[in-house]
């Protein structure tokens, strides 16, 4: 069955230092991939989309590549700050015609001061 | 643009209720999702409409799920009867063709 799976241990990580995330994916080739944050007590907030045939994507301090031959995306955040601290989803496309998403459990990152 | 809008923001009911969320998805949106969100088993995709149409549903849980999106500016998820495990935060997301999706605040629902 398709399967995403992001580390289910918290990030924890000094302010101004690279955050970098993981997502592996299994058993399904999806033509794009989207990352969210979502913090506590709202609806995750969407951030970046990168395609099957870009290797990388960038939007401020974020970037986002995606591996199709490992099966994998990361995410960065540069310059991380407190205010970055919240949990982040990745959520390969479903192929098909139909924007269907599933999403993973999320990584928690905490940048502290 | 207010976004995708869902009421109740909280609901709790007891065992054997009816409850009913509501969702109004963004305009120009053609595409409306209603996921489930726990602890335990994160975001689940319920459902999904494209142009008001049901697509898929197979992760509807079982049959005292319904849901219905009788034109482009209303969707409900109805529970009937609620039980004790359906209590969740329960989201709608809308979005056009390759778009990330637009989530709502959410309905926290609690069956007691």
């Known amino acids: 069955s398709q399967k995403i799976e992001q580390n289910s241990e918290a990030l924890n990580i000094q302010e101004g230092k690279t955050a970098t995330l993981t997502c592996n994916y299994t058993?399904?080739?999806?033509?794009?991939l989207q990352w969210y944050r979502q913090d506590p007590g709202r609806g995750p907030v969407f951030l970046l989309l990168?395609?099957?045939?870009?290797k990388e994507k960038r939007k401020e301090r974020l970037k986002v590549t995606f591996d199709t031959t490992l099966k994998q995306s990361l995410f960065h955040i540069t310059a991380s700050q407190p205010a970055d601290s919240a949990t982040y989803l990745c959520?390969?496309?479903?192929?098909?015609?139909?924007?269907?998403?599933?999403f993973g459990a999320g990584t928690r990152l905490a940048v502290h001061p | 643009d207010a976004g995708v809008i869902q009421s109740p923001r909280h609901e709790v009911t007891e065992m054997g209720q009816e409850v009913t969320l509501r969702c109004k998805p963004i305009?120009?949106?053609?595409?409306l999702f209603w996921y489930r969100q726990t602890m335990m088993r994160g975001l689940e995709l319920l459902i999904y409409?494209?142009?008001?149409?049901?697509?898929?549903d197979s992760g509807m849980p079982e049959d005292r799920f319904s849901a219905k999106m009788p034109n482009a500016s209303f969707s409900t998820l109805k529970i009937q009867p609620s039980e004790p495990r359906d209590s969740a935060v329960y989201f709608c997301?809308?979005?056009?063709?390759?778009?990330?999706?637009?989530f709502g605040s959410g309905t926290r629902l609690t069956v007691v």
């Open positions: 997301a809308t979005t056009r063709q390759n778009y990330g999706y637009t």
């Open positions: 058993n399904y080739s999806p033509a794009y």
């Open positions: 409409f494209n142009n008001n149409v049901p697509i898929d």
């Open positions: 990168i395609r099957e045939n870009e």
């Open positions: 305009s120009g949106h053609d595409y």
């Open positions: 959520a390969p496309i479903v192929s098909g015609g139909y924007n269907k998403l599933i």
